[in-house]
């Protein structure tokens, strides 16, 4: 994120005046014990002391926010969008699949990646962000993902593009798109994001079962009934989950 880049860059300027400081104090030190130091020398190891002060507060900054998630939310505010998201994609207004999108830290930018899943439950795929553009509110990314399984492997590119929506405190929803670039074709996303909690916990442990309730519970999308196991099924009924239409329980008109 910007805010922490540029947070790090102070740290980094305050690292150098420091080095300054005490780059003047040692070749004072140098010059009082006549040590054997040229001019020159002594340049040298005043430098060494202003880079070494930049980096190592620098670095000091990077790692506290890389390892401390309360200084991230706190230094971020509004724009701390980091934890799990479900969203559903949609394609002609018709929701097509749901997923998990996950946006992690990665120095002071993040990292965005996912798992697909049709809307009958079956794996769809999972992708990873290679390059993330945040101009907030907006990400951008491009990413690599895999489709099928282990003995159906399809690897392919994308390019996504979201928008948080803004509030009083930390985004909890976003919608944009995602495009295949193999195949040409654009979904439109909507998300929401997991509350840590119960819903996180549902999610560690049943998956797409709560992924779909959590899609109802916010209003995402409607998605079609997955039949129960054991619970007759005919090839229209299964015909329609995978196309996003509602099921039509057998004997209705």
Known sequence: MKRLALIVRVAAVCGGTLGLVLSN??????????LPFSPPALALVALAIVVISAEALKETSELLFSNMRP??????????????WIDVAYAGGKPVSIGIIRIEPDGTGVRISGELFNLNGSPRGTFRSEIAEI???????????????????DDFQGYAEFQFSERDGCPIRFQGYYC???????????AVRIQLGDEEDKLLNERVPAVREIAHKYKLADLPV????????????VRQLSQGLKRTPEGTA
Do not use: C, F, H, M
């Open 25 to 34: 104090y040692a070749t004072n030190w140098l010059s009082s014990y006549k």
């Open 180 to 190: 295949d670039l193999l195949q040409g074709v654009r979904s439109d996303l909507r």
């Open 71 to 84: 200084l991230r939310r706190l230094v971020l505010g509004r724009q701390y969008v980091e934890g799990s």
């Open 226 to 237: 997955i039949p129960e196991p054991g619970e007759n099924t005919n090839e229209d009924n």
């Open 135 to 153: 101009s907030w509110p907006t990400i951008r990314y491009k990413y690599s993902a895999v489709r099928g399984d282990a003995s159906e492997r």
